[in-house]
C-alpha cells in the first residue's frame, strides 16, 4: 500500500501512514498528506491505494531502458551533482597527507610515518569511492537464460549471475543505510531480490528510492513473465 507525495512526488510507504488520523509524513520533504481521496477500503479492516493503479512504474530521471532484440538492459550513471563535494573534499584530505608524509619522509622519522595511517586508509577508501562514482554505471540485464547486474569499471559492488528457469519473483525490501541526513534521519536504501524457485533470496541490487525499487521490479516481472 502506498501513495505520491504531492509536493516532492516519493513514494510514501504505509510505514510512514497514520490509518487513524488519514495522514502520512513524507521521509523526504517532510510533507503532510491527507490520505483520503487517495485510499480505499478494498476489504473489511484493510485499504487499498487508487492512486496510479494500473500505471506503470516511471523511468527514474538519468536512467536508461533498452529492449535490443526483445532483450531487456537497464542502467544508470552513479554521478550526482552532490559527488562534486566528495571530489575537493577528497583533494583537501588527500594534499593534506601528501604534505604529512613529505616532511615525514624528510626527516626519517618512523613514528611520524606510522601515526597518520588511519587517516591513510580512509583516503584511499574515500577517494577510491569518489572516483567509482564519477566513473561507474551499473547494468541490470536480462539476455537469453540469464538475469545478471554487473557495476563497473572499478570493482565495488559483487555482479550478480542468474539462470531465469530459477527463479519465480523479485521482491523489494527496505534496509538502512549507515549515512544519515544534516537533521538526524535515516537514509534508506532498498534492496530488489531474486527469489529461486527453492525459497532463497539472491540480493541484486541496492538503490536510493523505493521508486527505483519498484521500476526495477515491475520491469524485471515483466520481462521474466513472473506474476
Known sequence: MYVD?????????S???????????CRNCDALIDLRGHLVKDAPGAMISVQGKGSPAPIPPGWTV???????????HWFEPRNILLLFFCVGWDSGLVFWYSQAFQKGDLLLL??????????????????????????IKVKGRELSVTHGPMPCFRNRK?????????NVH??????????GRRSIMYQVDAVKTDGQS???LQVKSDNQAAFVKEKLKKQLALS
Not at 533498452?66 to 544508470?76: A, D, N, Q, V
Open 114 to 139: 606510522i601515526f597518520p595511517i588511519a587517516h591513510l586508509a580512509v583516503g584511499v577508501f574515500l577517494t577510491y569511492y569518489m572516483i567509482s562514482t564519477f566513473l561507474n554505471r551499473t547494468v
Open 174 to 183: 527496505e534496509t538502512a543505510s549507515y549515512f544519515t541526513s544534516k537533521s
Open 162 to 170: 542468474c539462470i531465469i528457469h530459477d527463479l519465480r519473483d523479485i
Open 15 to 25: 510505514s510512514d501512514m497514520n490509518l487513524d488520523n488519514m495522514v502520512a509524513k
Open 66 to 76: 533498452l529492449h535490443p532484440r526483445g532483450e531487456l538492459e537497464i542502467s544508470y
Open 5 to 13: 507525495c504531492e509536493k516532492c512526488e516519493q513514494r510514501i510507504r
Open 202 to 204: 539472491i540480493p541484486l
